[in-house]
């Protein structure tokens, strides 16, 4: 049985998309997961399956949302080991505990890729922001002062932002210990 992590896209922000969290829980456990947990109300979900495509995980979950809450919400599902991965090689500067830093990572949802996502957006302006790829994520960390001025802060208002979902690094941080227990 694998371990997983869902990330739903645009969930519970500014009153729109509402979802309970205890009631996507119990929905997971109807589609026959297991340890079903959730983190926060921005729509993290940690669940056990023994269902190995990961593409078969996204079309189950989207559908019974679909279904069941009435909503289109993109999905991104990780292997929690994919997750781990991931983190232990963000760069040196992503995560290091500066307060002043907005540290990011951007997960792409299928079928969209890091390239599409550079595309759209552009390279990061050195002056404001950093931006380093690993894997199928965007690590992207902004001074909070000169957030504005930072390219990559204009991603929301980009068509290609319904293709990505954004989770800071405490979430990552909190999203990988809950994936170990």
């Not at 929690?80 to 760069?91: G, K, T, V, W």
């Not at 951007?106 to 595309?119: A, C, D």
């Amino acid at each position: 049985m694998e371990k997983y992590i869902a990330l739903l896209r645009g969930i519970n922000v500014s009153g729109k998309n509402k979802i309970s969290m205890a009631e996507l829980k119990k929905e997971f456990e109807q589609l026959g997961f297991l340890a079903v947990a959730t983190y926060i109300n921005s729509g993290n979900v940690i669940f056990s399956s023994n269902i190995q495509m990961v593409s078969e995980l996204i079309e189950k979950i989207e559908c019974m949302i679909k279904k069941k809450f009435e909503l289109t919400i993109p999905v991104t599902v990780l292997p929690a080991s994919e997750l781990f991965d991931i983190f232990m090689n963000a760069p040196a500067w992503w995560n290091a505990g500066n307060k002043e830093i907005y540290d990011n990572a951007i997960f792409m949802i299928p079928p969209t890729t890091v390239e599409e996502v550079l595309t759209m957006v552009g390279e990061g302006q050195a002056e404001y922001e950093q931006v380093a790829i690993y894997g199928n994520v965007i690590f992207w960390s902004v001074n909070l002062k000169s957030y504005h001025q930072s390219r990559w802060s204009k991603i929301a208002r980009l068509p290609i932002n319904n293709s990505v979902t954004v989770r800071n690094a405490n979430t990552v941080r909190k999203l990988l210990e809950l994936s170990q227990k």
